[in-house]
Nanobody, 115 residues
Framework: QVQVVESGGGLVQAGGSLRLSCAAS????????MGWYRQAPGKERELVAE???????NYADSVKGRFTISRDNAKKMVYLQMDSLNPEDTGAYYC?????????WGQGTQVTVSS
């Protein structure tokens, strides 16, 4: 089993920055995809960014150029650097690990961007 714990959320003004961190533990295989999803009130959960164990990345169009995902395979960590935040980025951010068709989720961390 895989356990996932996020940290780093908070309240920030529009234009500001936040860095989210995610620690994975348990049975982690060399080939996996780690990523971040978010869910705003009344909306469906959506992909923000993901990164393969080889370093290939994929971003939602709405965050391209503003957010950067990275990972440390040795530490089983994934990070999300969020710059130029705007109120539309507000929501609960969830870290996820997908391997061999199975996906594990963290409990989420709240990001609130004030205008």
């Amino acid at each position: 089993q895989v356990q996932v714990v996020e940290s780093g959320g908070g309240l920030v003004q529009a234009g500001g920055s936040l860095r989210l961190s995610c620690a994975a533990s348990g049975t982690i295989f060399n080939s996996n995809v780690m990523g971040w999803y978010r869910q705003a009130p009344g909306k469906e959960r959506e992909l923000v960014a993901e990164i393969t164990s080889g370093g290939n990345t994929n971003y939602a169009d709405s965050v391209k150029g503003r957010f950067t995902i990275s990972r440390d395979n040795a530490k089983k960590m994934v990070y999300l650097q969020m710059d130029s935040l705007n109120p539309e980025d507000t929501g609960a951010y969830y870290c996820t690990v997908k391997q061999f068709g199975s996906r594990s989720w963290g409990q989420g961390t709240q990001v609130t961007v004030s205008s």
